[in-house]
């Protein structure tokens, strides 16, 4: 027979259906489309405390009577939230139809069904959470009855609500009861639910939040369902039959429950690892911006895994091959250095010069307030999985500086590939104490400049590339053809001097380094440039503009307390104009425009005679330059003593000497020439 509710009449058979003979998928064809686009807006987060307070409050009254008896007095105050349910619109009307549903499965279905009918416009949280304020409101009028009252009205009332049947069987509620709090769980699981997808994270990065699209409806369904069919077993709580027409549902919520907070669980697991994500990238990316983060918290948030409770278990000292803590790096300037194991040869052995150098005693030690000491290489590497294979070829890797021992930590990776743009390529970033990266490509400066670029900063390259424009634009003004050697990257050697035997000599050694069989193999290009070669006349010329060039630059910036200090580019100048001087001669090596040694005439030559005795060494993929200024620098500390260097300099303007006055008529007298001679092992008078 048709079921009467509150004047709704279900006429159709087909919707009798008992869910427990079908399944979730079949449920959620006839769910679904009852639902439309979310219309309404609904307050769910306050609907939910008022209708929990009052299912909660309900039980709370169970329990209490059921340990003491009816000797109890009800809070009155607690009445208040149930006047706001009138006023939620059809919420009576649901509470009514419920109320009013048959006893069975297929009856609860039906009600279900047309309660969803009714709610199409609503979101799945909001259907849920109406509904539960409908069972609220008939559970909570309930109990407002107990304990039995003493005036004529509440002992009518609690006649009709049969509450002494009740208070005679008050612990069968205990199932009624456990059966509610399990429902009011599912509720809260789908307002959660609700929360994370329009938090707007994206599918990709949460999938799970994907597999649960298709959970929600089943699980309102079942919500809802089973609050019609608690709500219908109000009137007969004291029947000692209805808990086992509720066990079905008991057991249904437990399964839902379960693996709907197992999908929570990955949800959140998910939504952990993103914010986790996003938290670390905003302290690797505050390097861009004018926040400072230490350079260890930065490393933490590359390296260390939230799971990884100490970092030394994976970051050891090359050498000694003990386990090190980031705090190792405190206050120390990083070059961190990221790679594959594969091809790396060649940048492994110029951080391995690099690193001999930043430990070497030898001056200078300090630069622009930049300590070498203060330096520190860390290499990271990344491979795809960290096989037997891999971890044999990092084995095999010595080197001297630290390394992060098999780096499987993916955020990090993935926060080295986003952040840092790393593509696979070797790459060696610049990072400061601060945790700021002061070069994201410092592999470039080393690569060219070798040690000559410490601190290796980006300003380091352009500081050193143009500290020699003067050289080379004076060079191809008087002598054009010189720009065709430059253009070809090669290695050239322009050399001079008033020796003649000396550039015959240098010549000679030159030609024969160039036809070296070791020089071939390495593709290693030499190119050789005798200043005057192509025109004698060009010589005095060239002096005479270099020497007007220093006089046009200020010797000095002045500092506090009056000390001057000279840049790089004047001090190249001197030095040049130093070597002029030489009786030998002078030589500059230069890759490109790259000038990499400027050198005096007799440590050059035996530099370039010598080339048997160091050759060994480009075969350990050290560059051609590096290995010439290594042997340069032995052959220059031979000449002991040191040679003292005598400069004149004519047309020397006044305003950069000291004034000397007339010991006559005590005017300043006119500078004309100068000449600097050294008295290092000479008699001097007092």
């Not at 006119?670 to 092992?681: L, Q, R």
């Amino acid at each position: 027979m048709p079921k009467q509710i509150c004047g709704n009449t279900v006429q159709q058979e087909k919707v009798w259906l008992n869910p427990f003979e079908v399944s979730d998928d079949q449920i959620l064809e006839k769910v679904y489309i009852t639902h439309f686009h979310c219309v309404e807006k609904y307050d769910v987060g306050s609907l939910y405390n008022v209708a929990s307070n009052v299912v909660n409050h309900s039980i709370e009254i169970a329990d209490l009577i059921k340990e003491n008896g009816q000797k109890i007095d009800q809070p009155r105050e607690e009445t208040g939230p149930l006047i706001s349910f009138t006023r939620i619109p059809a919420l009576k009307r649901i509470a009514c139809q419920m109320i009013y549903t048959t006893r069975g499965e297929q009856y609860a279905h039906a009600t279900t069904m047309l309660i969803l009918e009714q709610l199409r416009d609503y979101s799945w949280d909001a259907k849920a959470v109406i509904v539960l304020a409908a069972f609220a409101h008939e559970y909570g009028k309930f109990w407002q009855l107990a304990p039995i009252p003493r005036d004529k009205l509440g002992k009518s009332l609690a006649e009709l609500n049969r509450l002494h049947s009740i208070m005679e069987n008050i612990e069968q509620l205990d199932d009624f009861n456990s059966l509610v709090k399990k429902v009011m769980q599912v509720v809260q699981c789908i307002i959660d639910w609700k929360k994370l997808i329009t938090a707007e994270y994206n599918i990709k990065d949460v999938p799970s939040l994907s597999d649960t699209l298709h959970e929600i409806p089943v699980l309102a369904y079942w919500a809802i369902s089973t609050l019609v069919t608690c709500t219908s077993h109000i009137d007969f709580l004291g029947d000692r039959d209805y808990r086992y027409e509720l066990s079905k549902f008991d057991y249904r919520i437990d399964y839902i429950l379960k693996n709907f907070k197992d999908q929570q669980e990955k949800c959140k697991t998910q939504i952990g690892r993103i914010e986790d994500y996003s938290r670390r990238k905003d302290i690797i990316s505050a390097i861009q911006t004018e926040k400072e983060i230490e350079i260890v918290k930065f490393l933490e948030a590359l390296i260390i895994s939230s799971d990884t409770q100490d970092s030394r278990s994976i970051v050891y000292n090359g050498v000694t091959g003990a386990q090190v803590e980031l705090v190792e790096f405190k206050n120390k300037h990083v070059l961190l250095f990221i790679s594959g194991l594969d091809h790396i040869e060649h940048e492994i052995q110029l951080l391995k010069s690099i690193d001999e150098k930043l430990k070497e005693e030898q001056e200078p030690k300090e630069l622009e307030g930049y300590r070498k000491e203060n330096f520190k290489i860390l290499w990271i590497p990344i491979v795809s999985v960290w096989d037997e294979e891999q971890k044999k070829k990092l084995e095999n890797v010595k080197v001297g500086w630290y390394v992060v021992k098999e780096f499987s930590f993916q955020t990090g990776i993935d926060l080295i590939k986003e952040v840092f743009n790393y593509k696979g390529n070797p790459m060696i970033m610049l990072i400061s104490p601060e945790g700021k990266v002061e070069n994201p490509d410092a592999k470039q400066i080393i690569s060219t400049w070798g040690i000559d670029g410490f601190p290796f900063r980006t300003s380091d390259h352009t500081r050193l590339t143009q500290q020699w424009n003067w050289f080379w634009t004076e060079i191809i003004t008087l002598s054009p053809p010189i720009r065709e050697l430059i253009k070809r990257d090669s290695y050239i050697f322009i050399y001079g001097g008033t020796n003649t035997k000396w550039i015959q000599e240098f010549t000679t050694a030159v030609e024969k380094l160039k036809n070296n069989e070791i020089l071939n193999l390495e593709e290693t290009t030499i190119e050789s440039y005798p200043l005057g070669r192509d025109n004698p006349k060009i010589v005095p010329r060239f002096w005479i503009t270099i020497d007007n060039l220093l006089a046009s630059r200020k010797l000095g910036r002045k500092r506090g307390g009056g000390e001057e200090v000279q840049d790089s580019t004047t001090e190249e100048i001197q030095k040049l104009l130093s070597l002029k001087q030489d009786p030998q001669g002078w030589a500059v090596l230069s890759r490109g425009s790259h000038v990499k040694v400027l050198g005096q005439g007799e440590a050059m030559l035996q530099t370039v005679r010598d080339f048997d005795s160091w050759k060994e060494k480009l075969q350990q993929e050290i560059s051609f330059d590096v290995a010439f200024k290594e042997h340069y620098k032995k052959c220059e500390a031979k000449s002991v003593p040191p040679k003292c260097e005598d400069r004149e300099f004519a047309n020397y303007p006044a305003d950069i000497l000291a004034h000397i006055p007339c010991h006559k008529c005590d005017h300043d007298m006119k500078v004309t020439s100068v000449k600097y001679k050294c008295c290092h092992g000479r008699q001097t008078n007092a």
